[in-house]
């Protein structure tokens, strides 16, 4: 039987998968088709029993892993690039950028991923349990990695004071929306049909309690965010041995500010304000610098939320980052179900241009603005609105046309997302290297290669700076990715 891990149907010029004793580790970041956890309940009810599932041949779809891959390179650019190109980074607050897709371009990505896995679900405590344990696993990772343990690449130092860790960031924020999605899609299973009726809207009403479970959290997010009364509130900042409080003046309901808004108020009051994210970019609006939207000096009469904490990947936020997921299993759903290229471009195409359309309106009725910090239901439209029609374009390109050669990056990269994500995006491979230096810390292997290959010989720091980070970081990941994928080798959490 051939393994189903690297499988799924729909691709007329997909690659035949991986031998089984390749599959021994898959990146967790993926959760997706490549992992079809039927196999893994058909190992567990191996001896003594009947299998339960015999999965049919079915063909990859490369548009995942390729567009997997897209995210990550993407993370790699804005974060590594985006201190000299301050216009990719970060929006300050209310707008997108280039960056402000990645977070999203993730939980989409996880959502038709878990449709694929989940597609069927023979033993539905095994299923739950395999979803914590996965859960845990990424919590684990992401406050490894962004509690303030690791200090990679630039500084050597390790461990983190625990009265100033931070417990949210990026993984964390995938942990949740992805045992909130799982989990609704795995104990609907029995509800779930096999056939499809005919009709446009058919899709929606055969999956209507993962649109519910959206829905909810929908009603939560803007019920919170509109009536929940924000207070004055302070908070202090320790430098040179002293400390300086400050006070923010608020009294209000319902504000879309930097200051004042319910995002920030819950975390505040849930986790504390020393465990929040303590460079925010809102430092970099015109209120707070006149080197807006580049980072600069404070304005002699910055206001004081300036420089203020506050926590991009926080709960509140996070609940309505479910909507995303939601969205994305939406998409997997029509994968599954509708098998000719045109069935499942007419609904992806469709539903992206609506949630396009639903983004702007509000957000220039100044309504509800697209705000990545925030995030804002017109974020979540706007954002997998474009992630819809990035994927469409995709699977033209690659399933239906077979134009895979020019994605074999990407589609190298998706397949060890999670390594790619912890060595590269998060700096772990570059702080090794930065480990080994001669006379001091900053002259080292990586800081010589960015200065000397690059900066020195293009006479351009921003210059230098991207092509270090294309072909020093991206290419390099891609090619080695894609040697990991020939040797069969996959990182598994």
């Known amino acids: 039987m051939e393994d189903p891990k690297r499988l799924e149907e729909g691709s007329h010029h997909a690659p035949i998968a991986p031998d089984e004793k390749h599959e021994a580790t898959v990146t967790e970041l993926r959760v997706d088709e490549n992992k079809m956890i039927t196999q893994e309940y058909e190992q567990e009810l191996k001896g003594g029993e009947n299998p339960i599932l015999v999965k049919e041949k079915s063909k990859r779809v490369a548009t995942l892993d390729a567009f997997r891959g897209l995210t990550i390179v993407l993370m790699i650019l804005v974060d590594d690039a985006g201190g000299v190109y301050e216009r990719i980074d970060h929006s300050p607050w209310n707008g997108c ?33 395999k979803i914590i344990i996965r859960t845990l ?105 002293k400390s300086e409080t400050f006070n923010v003046k608020c009294g209000m309901r319902g504000h879309f500010g930097p200051a004042c808004n319910a995002v920030g108020y819950v975390d505040r009051q849930v986790w504390g304000i020393n465990h929040l994210y303590t460079q925010p970019v809102w430092i970099r609006l015109k209120a707070c610098t006149l080197s807006s939207p580049e980072a600069g000096p404070l304005r ?56 396009l359309i639903i983004a702007i309106l509000l957000h220039f009725t100044d309504a509800i603005p697209i705000n990545k910090q925030l995030y804002s239901i017109s974020y979540v439209c706007f954002t997998a609105g474009a992630a819809g029609i990035v994927f469409s374009a995709f699977y ?53 290669i960015q200065d000397h290959v690059f900066i020195d010989v293009w006479n351009s720091e921003r210059v230098g700076t991207l092509l270090y980070v294309i072909f020093a970081e991206i290419t390099f990941w891609g090619v080695l990715s894609g040697i990991l994928h020939k040797l069969g080798i996959y990182w598994k959490l």
């Open 396 to 448: 033209v390109l690659i399933d239906v046309w077979g134009k895979r050669t020019p994605f074999l990056l990407f589609e190298w990269i998706g397949m060890n997302a999670m390594l790619v994500f912890v060595l590269g995006a998060q700096g772990i491979l570059a702080g090794f290297v930065n480990g080994w230096y001669y006379e001091n810390a900053d002259n080292n292997l990586v800081n010589w």
């Open 300 to 355: 002699p009469n910055a206001p004081d939320w300036c420089r203020a904490p506050f926590e991009p990947e926080g709960l509140l936020s996070s609940i309505s980052a479910i909507l995303s997921g939601v969205i994305g299993i939406h998409y997997g759903h029509v994968l599954i179900h509708f098998k000719e290229h045109a069935e499942r471009l007419k609904q992806w195409v469709s539903m992206g241009v609506g949630l």
């Open 97 to 129: 950028t280039l960056a402000d897709f990645v977070m999203p371009f993730f939980l989409f990505i996880v959502g038709v991923a878990i449709a694929l896995a989940l597609k069927r679900v023979p033993n539905m405590k095994f299923a739950v349990r």
């Open 137 to 241: 696993k990424m919590l684990f990772w992401g406050i490894l990695l962004q509690g303030g343990y690791s200090h990679a690449p630039d500084d050597l130092e390790y461990g983190v004071d625990m009265k100033k860790i931070r417990w949210c960031g990026i993984l964390q924020r995938i942990a949740l929306v992805y045992m909130i999605v799982a989990l609704i899609e795995t104990f609907t299973t029995k509800l779930r049909p096999t056939v499809i009726e005919p009709g446009h809207f058919s899709i929606f009403s055969a999956y209507r309690w993962q649109w519910l479970g959206g829905f909810i959290a929908f009603l939560i997010y803007m019920i919170t965010t509109f009536t929940l009364y924000v207070p004055d509130w302070s908070f202090t900042i320790h430098h040179d041995h």
